[in-house]
């Protein structure tokens, strides 16, 4: 009962957002008025606010702001001897990152994915904490919500007009200045305040020296853990100040505090539906892929539960439940409710340890990642991810009844289909070809911790966490080896920006035609069959790309 009120307080408060955050974000991004503080960002900038972008040019801004992004925090981490607050901790007891940790660590947070392969507290500083990762926190969120705002734009445009603002589809700097400024900023500072008052810790002191029962002295790790805490869930973020990110006392310490940190990282994706409704001009729209998102939630929230109330083996059993590896405070239902909307938000922070999950539960873990995390997905990427399977959708169906297929107006070609399956297969490719790799070169045994089905999976979840810009992990691999550090950043690169660069390429194509009307053969995508079609479409994907690699680790592992 416990746990279903948890539940319900939950998706109470999500309800209780959708509408008002939902229809704030889509006042932000169709403003025509700018405020003082981003005209001056414009200015030292040298931007021009008012020129819009073809796909192209905005594509480049994308790139270009996250290469410098990855350049600047790399440099950062290599250069932390010189940097305040370090307090002279680091690898091998030096205070800068090896090259080959300070590349994986600079891409993971730039690519909104937030992987670590080091323990926080003991290899960076508060300085490259808050003034590098942080920033990436809230930066990176901001493109991801960008992104996903330039393709509603090219389902809304009415296409060329004879002038030259055919195929525009928005400025990047401004969506990127304004999601930071009018969104992010303000709802992770409000958020910060709250987890202070619920009990996690704020502090710039290097540590505090405790004496134990027996008399010897530990110093426990501080850091400004609650603005770093609000942001890394708010922006579907995922990485700990702390090693023991959300499962840590100082960073999540009660079960109000976890229901906290589970609405942040699920608000904006769900209200960005919302968003995406009022944008369109039928709210139904967003509903229906709100029901999508939802509907997949629930179902692999109850599998999770299932699975940890129900393990196999004699202790669990005796127990309860699956307990290994949770927190007490927070039990098997906090914890089955924190895992799903992590691994299905792109989040990746934890506050329960995945490699102890059952093979039944890691399985439901690993298996919303490889759907694209688009239950409800990270901020911006779940909704044009969605977005995405939902033009394929479209396009089945109209193959079925022989009609050519049309979403929002707008007519679906070749070339539509083309960039949206280019932005569905990259990640498939980069998470069985990596995993393919890991297992069959020498060496790899040595970085598992377990043999056997869990350490298939072990692996086959590093490659999902990276290729989807997850983070999260099955603690028994070691990735600190130069090829798990520039194999999984580099998984994580593609895993980002292809698909990125696959939407910008399908918004420019669809705003450069014109709107159709809707006709006899049009098939109704606001409805409760569209919905179908589109989960349908989901797991369809991801059952028939995914399930052999899926049957030699969770399932074999469950079943065992």
């Not at 993971?108 to 937030?114: D, E, G, I, L």
């Not at 869990?454 to 979840?461: A, D, I, K, R, T």
């Not at 099955?474 to 895993?495: E, H, N, R, Y």
Request: hydrophobic letters at 50%; a neutral charge.
């Amino acid at each position: 009962m416990a746990g279903l009120a948890q539940a319900a307080a939950l998706v109470a408060l999500l309800a209780v957002t959708w509408k008002p955050l939902g229809d704030w974000m889509a006042r932000v991004y169709t403003d025509t008025r700018h405020w003082r503080i981003e005209r001056f960002v414009y200015r030292i900038c040298r931007i021009d606010a008012a020129s819009p972008q073809r796909w192209t040019t905005y594509a480049a801004g994308v790139l270009g702001f996250s290469f410098v992004s990855i350049v600047l925090l790399y440099l950062m981490q290599r250069l932390q001897a010189f940097l305040p607050l370090g307090f002279g901790r680091g690898t091998d007891g030096a205070t800068s990152v090896s090259p080959a940790m300070a590349f994986n660590t600079a891409v993971s947070f730039v690519t909104n994915t937030n992987w670590q392969s080091y323990v926080p507290e003991q290899v960076l500083g508060h300085t490259v904490q808050m003034a590098g990762l942080t920033v990436q926190n809230v930066v990176s969120a901001a493109v991801g919500m960008a992104v996903a705002v330039a393709l509603v734009r090219g389902f809304v445009s009415h296409g060329a007009t004879g002038d030259d603002e055919g195929g525009r589809i928005g400025n990047f700097w401004v969506d990127l200045t304004r999601g930071v400024v009018r969104i992010l900023l303000p709802i992770a500072a409000v958020a910060a305040i709250v987890l202070v008052a619920t009990g996690v810790v704020q502090s710039l002191r290097s540590g505090v020296d405790v004496t134990t029962v027996d008399g010897s002295v530990h110093t426990l790790p501080l850091a400004p853990a609650a603005s770093q805490e609000a942001v890394k869930e708010l922006g579907t973020n995922g990485g700990g100040i702390l090693n023991a990110n959300s499962a840590h006392p100082f960073e999540n310490p009660n079960p109000l505090s976890n229901l906290l940190e589970i609405f942040l990282l699920l608000v904006v994706p769900v209200a960005l539906t919302r968003t995406f409704g009022v944008l369109v001009g039928r709210v139904r729209q967003g509903v229906v892929l709100l029901s999508v998102m939802g509907g997949l939630w629930a179902l692999f929230l109850a599998a999770t539960w299932l699975a940890e109330l129900h393990p196999n083996g004699p202790a669990a059993l005796a127990a309860g439940g699956a307990m290994e590896g949770k927190e007490v405070r927070f039990g098997i239902p906090g914890s089955a409710l924190f895992v799903v909307s992590t691994t299905g938000t792109s989040t990746g922070a934890v506050n329960a340890t995945h490699d102890s999950l059952t093979g039944a539960g890691g399985g439901v873990a690993l298996l919303n990642m490889l759907l694209g995390e688009v239950a409800p997905g990270g901020v911006g990427s779940g909704l044009y991810g969605l977005l995405v399977l939902a033009v394929v959708a479209v396009f089945l169906a109209g193959l079925m009844v022989g009609r050519t297929p049309e979403y929002l107006g707008k007519k679906l070609g070749r070339r539509e289909i083309t960039y949206a399956a280019v932005s569905i297969l990259v990640m498939p490719a980069f998470v069985l070809i990596g995993a393919g790799l890991a297992i069959a070169l020498p060496g790899t045994a040595d970085a598992l911790g377990n043999d056997g089905a869990h350490g298939f999976s072990e692996v086959l979840y590093a490659w999902a966490s990276a290729a989807n810009n997850n983070g999260s992990a099955f603690g028994g691999l070691t990735v600190t080896s130069d090829f798990f550090q520039a194999g999984l950043g580099l998984a994580m690169l593609f895993g980002r920006f292809v698909p990125m660069l696959a939407v910008l390429a399908l918004a420019g194509s669809l705003a450069r035609q014109r709107r159709v009307p809707a006709g006899a053969g049009t098939l109704p995508t606001d409805g409760p069959l569209f919905a179908g079609l589109v989960g349908g479409t989901v797991l369809l994907v991801s059952a028939l790309t995914f399930f052999p690699a899926l049957a030699l680790g969770p399932i074999a592992e469950a079943l065992s």
